[in-house]
């Protein structure tokens, strides 16, 4: 069983070393959102080093645990382990309803493959 989240705001940047990928339903007006950070940089405390997610609060994250990815133009699901949707308050994962162009699409996912780097989740494109 999932939690859907409808954004309507699509947020994709390299900031001060790290990469940010977000989705929200709303750009200014943010009640529900996904954020999803990593640096770039390797750091001496391993769980620094994995992806670190957020759920309409910092109160609901985690690092690292996210399993499986499997983006489409139109729709994302995050699958989580046991550990980290429990620390998110979902069931297993995460889908995301979004739109954005053809061009940004191809830019987002070359940004999850960046997520991606020296991490154990598997991303599918279809």
């Known amino acids: 069983m999932s939690i859907l989240l409808k ?6 940047s390299i900031e001060d070393e790290t990469i940010i990928i ?9 009640k529900d959102y996904v ?8 750091d001496d405390i391993p769980m620094l080093n ?4 957020a759920l ?16 489409s133009q139109k729709l994302i699901s995050i699958i989580l382990s046991k550990e980290t949707a429990s620390s998110l308050g979902v069931a297993d994962s995460i889908d995301i309803e ?5 061009k940004e699409f191809d830019s987002l996912i070359s940004h999850f493959h960046q997520l991606n780097v020296e991490q154990d989740m598997v991303i599918e494109v279809k």
């Open 98 to 102: 979004y739109a954005i162009e053809e």
């Open 50 to 53: 994995k992806v670190h997610i």
């Open 7 to 12: 954004a309507s705001f699509v947020y994709f």
């Open 56 to 71: 309409n609060s910092e109160n609901r994250a985690a690092y690292g645990g996210i399993e499986r990815i499997i983006l």
């Open 22 to 30: 977000g989705f929200a339903d709303d750009e200014f007006n943010t």
């Open 35 to 42: 954020l999803l950070q990593k640096s770039l940089f390797i």
